[in-house]
């Protein structure tokens, strides 16, 4: 005994398109600050138990620079993306320059405060920029872009 399906029709899709990913800076850096922030603790933790207080507080420092840092950036992405999203590449640019000027301003003029551990300082910024960008890597790779600009039929389809 033969039996029929029901046959789908052409102008229901079975599969709705997805558009593109809305405004997806404060994803990405939700994850990034998430994914660093863990590596941080562990990392802290080490350091007080290793070095005591001065080297977790160095470990602190140094993660959170590279945290500021980075975050900027995305802060940046998403502010500029919404009104502009084409133009949020340029703004990570002038951006990045703006800040390495800047950071770098700022470590030459403070200098080092005297119980800055260097070494736990340096293994936690370095852990951090790793971390950081593995999960900005990761978190962009996920998002969607639009191609085309497709115009807008109405919902008339073809």
Request: some cysteine.
């Amino acid at each position: 005994m033969y039996v029929s399906r029901p046959r789908r029709s052409a102008a229901a899709p079975a599969v709705a398109a997805a558009g593109p990913t809305t405004s997806p800076w404060l994803k990405i850096l939700a994850k990034c600050a998430a994914a660093t922030g863990a590596c941080s603790l562990a990392i802290v933790a080490a350091a007080f138990l290793l070095a005591g207080a001065d080297g977790a507080a160095s470990g602190v420092l140094g993660a959170a620079l590279v945290m500021v840092f980075f975050g900027i950036s995305l802060l940046i992405g998403h502010f500029i993306g919404r009104s502009n999203p084409s133009g949020a590449i340029g703004a990570f640019l002038a951006a990045y320059v703006i800040k390495v000027v800047g950071f770098g301003a700022v470590v030459f003029v403070l200098g080092a405060p005297e119980w800055l551990d260097r070494r736990w300082f340096f293994i936690a910024a370095v852990a951090g920029v790793v971390v950081w960008q593995g999960a900005e890597v990761f978190a962009f790779s996920r998002i969607r872009h639009q191609l085309y600009a497709d115009p807008d039929d109405g919902g008339k389809g073809r």
